[in-house]
């Protein structure tokens, strides 16, 4: 994924931001044999997921998957990362995905497959390539009027396939081997070209019986990039330069559909070019640099970054590139934007105004593109000029008395002294996404959260899997004392692995040592941790438990939680 400072944990997409074969596939001109003992289906799934960038699986095992395990284990590209749950393994294939641009995860069918499933949901509603592998019942099994164990009782082994449908781009049952290969590789493609999971069950008596389909290694292959229509990619430039050159003051708003266009370098361009305002939606921080210079913060409405909103809503055009608008993001549908102001450029489309609308046009093109045209007429900085003269710095919070409890806002001044762009930052849902979101990152410090579904106890499998797919950076993690117990577990296996990520874990849950919150020095004590997490225990996981006060929130938590309350309580329309 790329960010401002090139790529995004160092893991550089190919043209297009198409995954395309490793040079060494690419420069063999065929394909050698396959000992015919290892021309298995097993096989040649363990070396599809590598050759796509897949180097580490997220599974638990169950009797349908064993025979299929195997096979991942044995390949030398691949590690296998037992996981204590299913949903902690697929939160690990997000977190994953989010860093390699692809993850996957491995479960046994329908009581390993519906308990997946919720995290299979997000990375869909966050446009992840997960590719989620099921070990299904015997080939021999299906058709008949036989019951399994593992399953609701029913003779119908199509439960889990159907549940699957409305959280996955495609779904494929291999019961045979004769055309097993074809299905793979279709599903992984679809996967890395709709940038969404994919469900592949494999029948647990099939990965280890031999096969000529896979006598040969894996053919490299390379998915085309989607080309912009030429006609519809000039029509849509001619008439948003139009409409930008007639603003007075224009502003641009990155989203996080970015991601899956991997435009964020070319919005960087278009940034510079232009002159405009920068700002970003919440869930696009990270994916573009901090360090801009004409960068004004975070837009989100009532609970912006200072003076961002007034900026941007009071534009008299912006372009947002790559939006998802919804309750949340919206606050309870408070923004005041107008769409007959507004350029909203997505992967494969881009809106004017009230229209029109062209489609065929892919956001990478269109953003390098209209970044050239732009350069070429007169740079407007206006909306910048203005929010230089209404922005007043925020006051740092208060000094700390030596035995006063601690505050969050103090903590957070701690975190963003310890960030560098060899550090990454996941934000748990909840008081974290407010709090992170006020961290200035430096240049090539990651960044995610998981606005759009919002699943609490995300960020430790997500933990996991982004710390495994990004090796380099040292991950820190912001997470509540009710969400990680959903999913606590999963610190046992970043231990096994060997992982030095720091979880900062704040417990505001009011137990009974609210006395010693009182009488503690924890300003000091925080202080103290942190230089042994990063001095003595830098190659060590590091657990930080913050104590703080219950009703120790960020003014944008009640702001935000009290318009999405309205939101959700309006009365029916009358009918």
């Not at 107008?338 to 494969?348: G, S, T």
Request: proline share 6%; charged share 20%.
């Amino acid at each position: 994924m790329e960010n401002g400072n090139g790529y995004l944990n160092g893991h550089k997409p190919v043209a297009n931001g198409m995954v395309a074969c490793p040079a060494a596939f690419r420069a063999s001109p065929a394909a050698p044999m396959v000992a015919s003992a290892e021309a298995t289906l097993g096989r040649h799934l363990a070396r599809r997921l590598v050759q796509i960038g897949v180097g580490d699986v997220f599974a638990v095992p169950g009797d349908f998957n064993l025979a299929l395990l195997d096979h991942l284990i044995a390949e030398p590209g691949l590690r296998l990362v037992g996981c204590c749950n299913e949903l902690n393994a697929g939160y690990a294939a997000d977190g994953y995905a989010r860093a390699k641009g692809v993850g996957a995860c491995a479960v046994t069918f329908t009581v390993g497959g519906l308990s997946v499933i919720n995290a299979i949901a997000g990375a869909y509603s966050e446009n992840l390539p997960v590719i989620c592998i099921v070990g299904g019942p015997n080939s021999n099994d299906h058709g008949t009027n036989r019951i399994l164990h593992h399953t609701i009782g029913l003779p119908d082994f199509t439960q889990e396939l159907r549940c699957f449908q409305p959280v996955t781009c495609h779904q494929v049952v291999i019961n045979n081997l004769d055309d097993a290969h074809e299905q793979i590789d279709k599903a992984i493609a679809t996967a890395l070209k709709e940038s969404k999971p994919v469900y592949i069950s494999v029948a647990c008596n099939i990965p280890s019986v031999t096969h000529p389909a896979f006598s040969h290694e894996p053919i490299p292959y390379c998915l085309a990039a989607r080309k912009s229509n030429k006609m519809g990619l000039e029509a849509a430039l001619q008439a948003t330069v139009d409409f930008l050159n007639k603003a007075v003051k224009p502003v641009m708003v990155a989203g996080p559909n970015l991601r899956v266009a991997k435009a964020g370098a070319a919005f960087e361009e278009l940034a510079d070019a232009s002159g405009y305002a920068v700002a970003i939606m919440p869930s696009a921080k990270g994916l573009v640099a901090e360090t801009l210079p004409r960068y004004i913060g975070t837009y989100w409405g009532a609970v912006s970054t200072a003076f961002c909103t007034e900026i941007v809503e009071s534009a008299d055009a912006y372009l947002f590139a790559g939006p998802i608008f919804n309750d949340y993001s919206s606050v309870g549908y408070s923004f005041l934007l107008k769409k007959e102001k507004a350029v909203i450029v997505q992967p494969d489309r881009v809106t004017v105004g009230n229209g029109p609308t062209f489609g065929c046009v892919m956001m990478k093109d269109f953003l390098t593109e209209l970044g050239k045209r732009v350069r070429k007429t007169k740079r407007n900085t206006t909306a910048y000029e203005n929010y230089k003269r209404i922005f007043v710095p925020q006051g740092q919070p208060p000094a700390s008395e030596p035995r006063e409890p601690l505050r969050v806002n103090v903590l957070f001044k701690h975190i963003q002294q310890m960030l560098t762009g060899d550090n990454a930052v996941i934000a748990e849902t909840g008081d974290s996404w407010f709090n992170c979101q006020k961290l200035k990152l430096p240049d090539g410090c990651g960044y995610e959260f998981q606005m759009q579904y919002g699943s609490i106890g995300w960020s430790v499998g997500a933990l996991l899997g982004y710390a495994q797919g990004a090796s380099e950076k040292r991950v820190i993690a912001c997470i509540g004392d009710g969400s990680f117990q959903v999913t606590a577990q999963e610190v046992s296996t970043m231990l096994r692995c060997g992982q030095n990520s720091i979880i900062f874990l704040i417990n505001n849950g009011g137990y009974t040592i609210e006395v010693e919150i009182h009488d503690g020095p924890y300003n000091e004590e925080l202080t103290a941790a942190i230089e042994t997490a990063t001095g003595v225990k830098h190659d060590c996981l590091c657990f930080i438990e913050v104590i703080v006060h219950k009703d120790d929130t960020s003014k944008e938590l009640l702001e935000w939680g009290s318009r999405v309350c309205s939101a959700n309580s309006r009365p029916p329309n009358p009918q």
